[in-house]
């Protein structure tokens, strides 16, 4: 029996290398942010460019924690939205890293994990 319903971590070289300079710039953000678009799209019923223009509007007042922002603003289940926007296909823009899977495997069978998030 798995003792986490789901484990996050930061995509943002915490399990794997960034190539680029910055998280921000890179292809793992970028499938994130495409992914929100579309997510936006679907749950608030809006088209591309206002769901764009909102998006673009939390990332401006939220850095970094978008989910945060779209609870407080929009009243959106944060989970449900880091579920959909966080789903992305890693093949050609995330690169194995040797020993990942028995790390990854060897939480489950932890009753702890701490970790550095915020959870309001």
Not at 20 to 46: A, G
Not at 78 to 99: F, T
Request: aromatic fraction near 10%; glycine fraction near 6%; charge should be positive.
């Amino acid at each position: 029996m798995n003792k986490f319903q789901r484990i996050f971590f930061d995509m943002d070289g915490t399990l794997h290398p960034i190539r680029q300079e910055s998280f921000i710039v890179s292809p793992v953000h970028d499938q994130m942010v495409k992914r929100s678009i579309v997510y936006l799209m679907q749950r608030l019923r809006i088209g591309k460019r206002k769901a764009t223009e909102l998006l673009e509007g939390i990332m401006t007042r939220y850095p970094r924690f978008y989910s945060l922002g779209l609870q407080k603003e929009h009243g959106i289940d944060r989970w449900d939205y880091l579920d959909y926007s966080w789903n992305i296909d890693p093949d050609g823009i995330i690169h194995r890293v040797d020993g990942l899977d028995k790390m990854l495997n060897d939480l489950t069978k932890r009753n702890e994990l701490y970790v550095r998030a915020i959870l309001e």
